[in-house]
């Protein structure tokens, strides 16, 4: 096997056309996944129990189904029920609502792990509810669970490959068709699978480091 710069070249532009959709659906991805996250992990936590138990089955569902499967269900089910959604819109909703219920248990974590005497030192305040979540809990929780959500953005990152199977073109499908077209395939994928590394190993650093931050 022989090295071909050149191909590298030809590849290149098509690499950061794709590098730029992964980072897009990776940054949307996990934001959805972030708020809709605490959406579920408040609502578990303290909802209503007409309200909590649909939101506990509808998260387990989509928890223990692949990303793979509902990808398909949102880009080929939902049209024949008359919502049609492009094909980027479907990839960052598809990765964001499954990682939301995985970073909703991370919340519930952080929100059990919030002291009881914070609940009763807000009670006996008299602060309103709303209070209460936005100014006394949360800020703790979110604190204490900061660096696992970024482990699950890194998880997210090595994921959103699944997105060409339903036509996006991020940098793993950039290199499925230059590879298709020009027959060179070692190039191209060594490119993405470098760049998937230079993506997450500095990402996981700065978790660890994060991690020894909040703990000091």
Known sequence: MV???????????????????????LALGALLAFALGLVWAVAIRSGPAVVRWPVAAV????????????????????????????????GIIGLGLHYSTYTAEV???????????????????SLPRRRVWGAVILPQAVRRVAPALGNYVIAMLKDTPMVFVIGVMD????????SSETFLTVEAFTVVGVAFIALSYPASLLMRALERRLVR
């Not at 009881?116 to 009670?123: H, I, K």
């Not at 940098?171 to 230059?178: I, P, T, V």
């Open 171 to 178: 940098m793993l499908g950039e290199a499925r068709q230059f």
């Open 59 to 90: 998260t387990e569902f989509i928890r223990n189904t692949p990303l793979l499967v509902q990808l398909f269900f949102l880009f080929y089910v939902l049209p024949e029920w008359g919502l049609t959604l492009s094909a980027m819109t479907t």
């Open 107 to 125: 919340y519930r974590a952080g929100i059990d792990g919030v002291p009881r005497g914070q609940w009763e030192a807000a009670t006996a305040l």
């Open 3 to 25: 090295w071909d710069w050149s191909a590298v070249g030809d590849f290149l532009p098509r690499f950061l056309d794709g590098l730029l959709v992964t980072l897009q659906a």
